[in-house]
Every structure is written in structure tokens, then in C-alpha cells.
């Protein structure tokens, strides 16, 4: 079955760290570009961090340079968000993505309705 899975989310306190996982089945992201998206209640979904199939570039929406990465691990077919000085914005549901394109654009158009999609995990951030 040719899947994408998202976990890690969690509740934590401002200032805290979360490490997001996104694991494939069926086909590898080596060959993907691999985005993270967050969509927060009453807000439209937007892009979050990208890493191109070669890992050799990575993109991180303006609002989050500085506080998150993005990283993959080959053997794991993972990729992962890591989440640093979370803060309440940062509460949304995060999905994970796998295009069919293999590089970031920076303006995350590689991803579409038609690639791979996880389900989504939560992250709420609250004292």
C-alpha cells in the first residue's frame, strides 16, 4: 500500500521542541521531494518546510527559519520536521507530503492534490 504517515505531534508548553516523522510505504522519498504543511483551525493549509530528493536543498517557509528542520533518513524512508521555541502559532495540524517533482520550487507548487498525503498529526502548543 503506497502511503505516507505523519507522528510525533503532541502538546507542549511555549518554548518547547517536537520532532515530526513522516514515514512512506510502497515507494521510497528518496526520488520525492518531501514537504511539510500545517493547517491551523479556521486557517487555509500553508508550507512549511520542503527537502528536495537529492537533500542537497532544503526550504523553510519565513516563519519558521531558525526554529525548525528538515532532515531524512534513508534507511528509515523518513523524513523528519524538527521543532524547536515552538510557540502558540505553531498549534495546527501538520501533514506530510511526497511529490512527484524532485526538487523545492520555494514556493511548495510541487505539491499537489494528486501526490502522496499523510493524514495529519497534531501539534497544539500551550502553557
Known amino acids: 500500500q503506497v502511503q505516507v504517515v505523519e507522528s510525533g505531534g503532541d502538546l507542549v508548553q511555549p518554548g518547547g521542541s517536537l520532532r515530526l516523522s513522516c514515514v512512506a510505504s510502497?515507494?521510497?522519498?528518496?526520488?520525492?521531494?518531501t514537504g511539510w504543511f500545517r493547517q491551523a483551525p479556521g486557517k487555509e493549509r500553508e508550507g512549511v518546510s520542503c527537502?528536495?530528493?537529492?537533500?542537497?536543498?532544503?526550504f523553510h517557509a519565513e516563519f519558521v527559519k531558525g526554529r525548525f528542520t528538515i532532515s531524512r533518513d534513508k534507511a528509515k524512508n523518513t523524513v523528519y520536521l524538527q521543532m524547536n521555541n515552538l510557540q502558540p502559532e505553531d498549534t495546527a495540524i501538520y501533514y506530510c507530503?511526497?511529490?512527484?517533482?524532485?526538487?523545492?520550487?520555494?514556493?511548495?507548487?510541487?505539491?499537489?492534490?494528486?501526490?502522496?498525503w499523510g493524514q495529519g498529526t497534531q501539534v497544539t502548543v500551550s502553557s
Open positions: 527537502l528536495s530528493a537529492s537533500d542537497l536543498v532544503s
Open positions: 507530503a511526497a511529490s512527484s517533482y524532485r526538487y523545492c520550487s520555494g514556493s511548495f507548487a510541487e505539491f499537489g492534490p494528486d501526490d502522496h
Open positions: 510502497g515507494f521510497t522519498l528518496d526520488y520525492s521531494a
